[in-house]
């Protein structure tokens, strides 16, 4: 007469088999979970993006033309600016929010509160997520010596360039302040009005962009510093943008 109940080896197979079962749907959601982070994350945020140029431009729109705007910092979650980077793609183009909550970032890039406006002395700081939320700064580690990184508001184009050396593509720059490195991200010393200076006034006018690295991790973050290639261009003279948007 066969004993009742399992035997230990079947109930092992049991375990193992129940085990192997729980695993796969865990996968499952960690793969629908990245999907929905990576992906689906991403055609939200153009979709919103959309929302935002179309709401900046109307808003700039009704300026009268030639008007000096004078900026001021908008209220949180307000457009403060757009940003266009030609070494990212042609139509690199991505409006800034005030403020760097998840609230902003999941939006679109953000400028830390506090930090220069476009144009001012000091350091016009903007973070933005590195993947997911339209992942507007995936690629910042292209960026080169030289690039140009385009600012556009209501009534000017600010033309800021990556510090460094053009001529060999080394990040250092005679100023100290690198054109690309890597932080730890309690090193907020990067945002201050003189990068890497925190408690110095302000000795230019910098432009500093920060994301997460690596890429898929927090565990560090990737810092763009640049500084202001001449004055304002006046959206008068060129209505279609500076030259720097063409990567001159």
């Given at each position: 007469m066969a004993q009742a109940g399992r035997t230990p080896a079947g109930l092992w197979r049991a375990v193992a088999r129940g085990l192997g079962e729980l695993l796969v749907t865990a996968g499952l959601v960690v793969l629908l979970f990245v999907v929905y982070e990576v992906h689906v994350t991403d055609?939200?945020?153009?979709?919103?993006?959309?929302?935002?140029?179309?709401?900046?431009?109307?808003?700039?729109?009704r300026q009268p033309a030639?008007?000096?705007?004078?900026?001021?910092?908008?209220?949180?979650?307000?457009?403060?600016?757009?940003l266009r980077i030609p070494r990212l793609g042609a139509d690199?183009?991505?409006?800034?929010?005030q403020g760097?909550?998840?609230?902003?970032?999941?939006?679109?890039?953000?400028?830390?509160?506090?930090?220069?406006l476009p144009g001012q002395q000091g350091n016009l700081a903007i973070a933005g997520h590195r993947v997911?939320?339209?992942?507007?700064?995936?690629?910042?580690?292209?960026?080169?010596?030289?690039?140009?990184?385009?600012?556009?508001?209501?009534?000017?184009?600010f033309v800021y360039r990556v510090l460094g050396n053009p001529a060999n593509g080394d990040v250092a720059d005679p100023s100290g302040v690198p054109g690309l490195h890597v932080v730890r991200p309690e090193e907020v010393g990067v945002i201050a009005p003189t990068p890497g200076a925190p408690g110095t006034a302000a000795s230019g006018a910098y432009l500093t962009l920060t994301t997460c690295h690596p890429r898929y991790s927090a565990r560090q973050r990737l810092v763009v510093h640049a500084v202001l290639d001449g004055t304002a261009i006046s959206k008068a003279d060129a209505p279609d943008g500076p030259p720097g948007l063409t990567g001159g």
């Open positions: 055609l939200l945020n153009d979709r919103r993006q959309a929302e935002l140029a179309e709401e900046v431009d109307e808003a700039w729109t030639g008007a000096s705007v004078e900026l001021v910092e908008p209220p949180l979650g307000e457009p403060v600016a757009v690199h183009q991505r409006v800034v929010l760097t909550s998840e609230d902003q970032l999941s939006q679109g890039p953000g400028h830390y509160v506090g930090t220069a997911g939320k339209g992942s507007p700064f995936l690629d910042l580690d292209r960026m080169r010596p030289g690039d140009p990184i385009v600012v556009e508001t209501a009534g000017s184009w």
